[in-house]
């Protein structure tokens, strides 16, 4: 069993292919938080004015999150 199917079973996070603006990371977390993908657009970039590493935490979801 690889790493990307294990991660997709057991935490349910997965990108879609349609629907998304870059690469999906937001539209993922969105559908499996039940919030509106708008709402996780705003909060993400809202997030990126603080200091910390949303855009590296952005990369890594981005390579480990599976497609649909």
Do not use: E, N
Not at 12 to 19: D, K, V
């Amino acid at each position: 069993m690889s790493m990307s199917s294990t991660f997709s079973s057991y935490t349910g996070l997965s990108r879609p292919r349609q629907g998304r603006v870059i690469a999906g990371v937001c539209a993922g977390l969105a559908d499996r938080f039940g919030i509106s993908r708008t709402t996780m657009r705003v909060i993400f970039v809202a997030s990126c004015l603080l200091p910390g590493p949303q855009v590296l935490l952005y990369l890594a979801l981005w390579l480990l999150m599976p497609q649909r």
